[in-house]
T-cell receptor, first 111, second 110 residues
Framework: GQQLNQSPQSMFIQEGEDVSMNCTSS?????WLWYKQEPGEGPVLLIA?????ELTSNGRLTAQFGITRKDSFLNISASIPSDVGIYFC???????????FGGGTRLMVKP | DGGITQSPKYLFRKEGQNVTLSCEQN?????MYWYRQDPGQGLRLIYY???????QKGDIAEGYSVSREKKESFPLTVTSAQKNPTAFYLC?????????FGPGTRLTVL
């Protein structure tokens, strides 16, 4: 089946630092989604990307849909303690007709 | 308020017992999904339903069963055949591609 490789698996950073994470695939996707999951809760949608090359921001978060349609990136600027959680990417293509999730990036922020 | 509810938040069961997890949505979404999440792991698809009275197996359906008698409801039964049922269970619904998740149920089998 389709695979999404998400990296890094975990990050431990200092408050105020910028964060970058990415998802790559051998398959082409038509839509990329980024979710955040806080401990003991369900994932919450952060950003949705629908077009190759698209760059979308949501506050301090910025995500990009890669030109090749096989990758996506999420950046968080000036991290704060409440950014702690697991960030998941998810991709969709019409052939599979289902979302494929990455394994998640666990972010820890030191005050 | 529109959203997805899962109940209960925490559930304890003895080994060998079947248990049913509830998922309700009032978003008028056609499609609903069940995922399993183990500590430090991603999401694995158990079952999904794209329309009432129809559902499909996901990647790890063995030991689980579902029903979709109403658009709003998609209960998941964890049967005694599931070898390792202790996990965090997430329900989602979607309109188009984007899935929206419930708060999850943590099932612990003693």
């Amino acid at each position: 089946g389709q695979q999404l490789n998400q990296s890094p698996q975990s990050m431990f950073i200092q408050e105020g630092e910028d964060v970058s994470m990415n998802c790559t695939s051998s398959s082409i996707f038509n839509t990329w989604l980024w979710y955040k999951q806080e401990p003991g809760e369900g994932p919450v949608l952060l950003i949705a990307l629908y077009k190759a090359g698209e760059l979308t921001s949501n506050g301090r978060l910025t995500a990009q849909f890669g030109i090749t349609r096989k990758d996506s990136f999420l950046n968080i600027s000036a991290s704060i303690p409440s950014d702690v959680g697991i960030y998941f990417c998810a991709g969709f293509n019409n052939a599979g007709n289902m979302l494929t999730f990455g394994g998640g990036t666990r972010l820890m922020v030191k005050p | 308020d529109g959203g997805i509810t899962q109940s209960p938040k925490y559930l304890f069961r003895k080994e060998g017992q079947n248990v049913t997890l509830s998922c309700e949505q009032n978003l008028n979404h056609d499609a609903m999904y069940w995922y399993r999440q183990d500590p430090g792991q991603g999401l694995r698809l158990i079952y999904y339903s794209q329309i009432v009275n129809d559902f499909q197996k996901g990647d790890i359906a063995e030991g689980y069963s579902v029903s979709r008698e109403k658009k709003e409801s998609f209960p998941l039964t964890v049967t005694s055949a599931q070898k390792n049922p202790t996990a965090f269970y997430l329900c989602a619904s979607s309109i188009g591609v984007t899935q929206y998740f419930g708060p999850g149920t943590r099932l612990t089998v003693l």
